[in-house]
T-cell receptor
């Protein structure tokens, strides 16, 4: 199925640095979500965004629902080693949920 | 239960054999989804169940794939005559209601030799 365009594909950063990743789509979505997947686990929801323009924070995470409803970004501030994993964006229209290919984050201590 | 559970957690099978994967959604969740995740890839939608409505099978890659769900409980995903290309993690997710946030199980890692 159609995937969202997520970038970057991977990031290698030093502990303490900030991280930014984004997702774009040619289609409008009613909801944008960001998930994190640890090795051997299923994705875990980090942040859900329900309104265009919405900016939501969850601890060191901040995500925004683009005003055009076709994009979203996720920022992680002051990264720590346990932030390592794969981050997926997802756009949702009722029962139609599409995922990005993921951003693989490596944090060097 | 507290979360979505899936079994088995790992399955190794020989090419040509049938496999059955199980998903137990969160109690009370009316919608259930199956996804496939190939190594290093994002999630690929397979099939969706909502209550007693006919399932949305639009993501099933071939007629070797089928899924069933009994009411609003357990679902099984069956892959017949498995091929090496079927090797992937199969993830199940459930939601309380249509359009709401999906919660994922840990996945079943399938390896077809």
């Amino acid at each position: 199925g159609q995937q969202l365009n997520q970038s970057p594909q991977s990031m290698f950063i030093q502990e303490g640095e900030d991280v930014s990743m984004n997702c774009t789509s040619s289609s409008i979505f009613n909801t944008w979500l960001w998930y994190k997947q640890d090795p051997g686990e299923g994705p875990v929801l980090l942040i859900a965004l329900y309104k265009a323009g919405e900016l939501t924070s969850n601890g060191r995470l901040t995500a925004q629902f683009g005003i055009t409803r076709k994009d979203s970004f996720l920022n992680i501030s002051a990264s720590i080693p346990s932030d390592v994993g794969i981050y997926f964006c997802a756009g949702n229209n009722n029962n139609d949920m599409r995922f990005g290919a993921g951003t693989r984050l490596t944090v060097k201590p | 239960g507290a979360g979505v559970s899936q079994s088995p957690s790992n399955k190794v099978t020989e090419k040509g054999k049938d496999v059955e994967l199980r998903c137990d959604p969160i109690s009370g969740h009316t919608a259930l989804y199956w996804y496939r995740q190939r190594l290093g890839q994002g999630l690929e939608f397979l099939i969706y169940f909502q209550g007693n409505s006919a399932p949305d099978k639009s993501g099933l890659p071939s007629d070797r794939f089928s899924a069933e769900r009994t009411g609003e409980s357990v679902s099984t995903l069956t892959i017949q005559r498995t091929q090496q290309e079927d090797s992937a993690v199969y993830l199940c997710a459930s939601t309380l209601r249509i359009g709401e946030t999906q919660y994922f199980g840990p996945g079943t890692r399938l390896l077809v030799l």
